[in-house]
């Protein structure tokens, strides 16, 4: 599903317009939505009975250039991350 399937279910599901359903996962999802902005402060977002979104640190490492084989310095960074909560894993290994 992308983002243009999700906006049509999501306002299929809840009767609002296209429009609304659009910002609303604009303003959820987007680089400058709320995840984002939360994450980028250090800060967790935890939706009961969906998951966990956190920013975790990577440390620096020693990686390999796929072109060329040498080894590069692969600096420090932070990643998003996604914990799936207990009832969004349950929903999907529920038997049909």
Excluded: C, H, W
Aim: charged share 30%.
């Amino acid at each position: 599903m992308n983002k243009a399937e999700l906006t049509s279910a999501l306002a299929m599901r809840t009767k609002m317009s296209k429009a609304d359903a659009s910002r609303t996962i604009e303003a959820l999802f987007d680089d400058k939505g709320i995840i984002a902005v939360e994450l980028k402060k250090g800060a967790k977002v935890q939706i009961t009975g969906f998951g966990n979104f956190e920013a975790r640190k990577r440390a620096a490492r020693m990686g390999r250039n796929p072109k060329t084989g040498g080894v590069i310095q692969i600096k420090a960074s932070i990643a998003p991350a996604f914990r799936a909560g207990k009832q969004l894993k349950m929903a999907v290994n529920k038997k049909a």
